[in-house]
């Protein structure tokens, strides 16, 4: 049931808030009784957004976060583009040029730009205005190979294998090392492979990718065989970025969490068992393919968000793989394969 909307709400600010994690999140708050104010720049469009146009608690406006005439901190609080200044108690920050095929097509210089600078120049927006907490969207691609199989922790030696887990761990470092005693307390979510239905969908993320392929092809062609990676739904996201807007600061400030769940480990050949059972007649090839991508290959701990959070995901991949399915099935998405659906224009698999 959605929550009434007051002048006394939490207000929340999620940059990159028309994108995959951000239009569903966007839904999750506003029905929680949060106000939320979506920075975006449109880059894959905001029909993700109509649904909550007419709602109370919802904003937008169209910026780049990287234009200093467009986010400002100002004596009401932020502003965004043309909307007034208004005090914001949290900023989600979302906005990036999201994985390796994507970094790698804009170049090093614009990645940056968007995924370091953009950061550093947020935050300093949200410290400036008396925001409260600062929720960092990173990876985990930045722990790159795992040489002896062991889960890796937030601990663990990062060994960045793409330009996207650079900007990613310089951002982590900025926020990390430069912040201290500041008021926006920043928390640090690294994501495991994101999957499942958002209001802006995605085609290249890899469970995804691989039903869609199944349905339409019949037939998956499979590289890096056996690498093993770690998944959660887009919706358990939303929940564990909730859980850290509510939680006490003492618990969250200046904390990393790996997000996701023990049971969502995977190696790429088990995904594919996922996909045959659920799509049948789906035919498999293997290939042998090498290239100076994102090579990831490993299984991650995620008891700290569960002693620290509570946090306990709902979905498992085999959720995820029926529900695209069924989605796709029904017709609801009619032109699934448009380069629309993908943050970069190839995707190795």
Same mark, same amino acid.
């Given at each position: ?6 002048? !006394? ?8 808030? !028309?994108?995959?994690? /951000?239009?569903?999140? *966007? ?11 979506? +920075? &975006?720049?449109?880059?894959? /469009?905001?029909? %993700? ?74 935050? +300093?927006? !949200? ?10 969207? %990173? ?9 002896? /199989? ?18 990613? $761990? ?22 495991? *492979? ?19 392929? !199944? ?46 769940? &023990? ?18 007649? *789906? ?13 990831? &290959? ?6 700290? $968000? ?5 946090? *306990?995901?709902?979905? %498992? ?15 609801? $998405?009619?032109? +699934? ?13």
């Amino acid at each position: 049931m959605t929550q009434p909307v007051h002048d !006394a709400a939490p207000h929340v600010l999620i940059t990159g808030g !028309a994108g995959y994690i /951000g239009s569903l999140l *966007t839904g999750v708050l506003l029905n929680a009784g949060w106000r939320v104010t979506v +920075a &975006d720049d449109l880059l894959f /469009g905001g029909q %993700s957004l109509l649904g909550y146009w007419q709602h109370p608690g919802f904003r937008f406006a169209k910026v780049d976060v990287c234009d200093p005439g467009q986010l400002q901190a100002e004596e009401g609080g932020i502003r965004v583009g043309n909307l007034p200044a208004t005090p914001v108690d949290a900023v989600v920050h979302l906005a990036a040029i999201v994985g390796f095929p994507a970094c790698q097509m804009v170049g090093s210089q614009v990645a940056w730009r968007y995924n370091y600078e953009g950061t550093r120049r947020v935050y +300093a927006v !949200a410290e400036a205005a008396g925001t409260s907490r600062f929720l960092f969207a %990173s990876t985990y691609s930045n722990y790159g190979l795992s040489p002896d /199989g062991a889960p890796v922790t937030e601990e663990s030696p990062l060994n960045p294998q793409s330009l996207y887990a650079e900007t990613k $761990i310089a951002s982590e470092q900025f926020l990390l090392n430069e912040t201290a005693g500041a008021r926006a307390a920043p928390v640090l979510y690294r994501f495991a *492979t994101l999957f499942g239905v958002s209001p802006r969908m995605r085609f290249d993320l890899i469970v995804n990718q691989f039903v869609l392929e !199944a349905l339409t092809k019949r037939r998956l062609v499979i590289y890096q065989r056996g690498y093993a990676r770690s998944f959660v739904h887009v919706r358990d996201v939303a929940d564990a970025i909730m859980l850290a807007l509510a939680a006490p600061r003492e618990v969250v400030d200046h904390q990393i969490f790996n997000v996701g769940s &023990d049971e969502g480990n995977y190696t790429k050949d088990e995904i594919v068992a996922l996909v045959q059972r659920y799509v049948e007649g *789906t035919r498999v090839e293997h290939k042998d393919l090498t290239f100076g991508g994102d090579m990831r &290959d490993i299984r991650v701990s995620f008891a700290k $968000i569960r002693r620290a959070l509570g946090y *306990t995901p709902r979905l %498992s991949v085999e959720d995820g793989v029926r529900e695209v399915r069924d989605v796709l099935e029904a017709g609801v $998405i009619k032109d +699934a394969l448009d380069s629309q659906y993908r943050n970069a224009q190839f995707i190795v698999q």
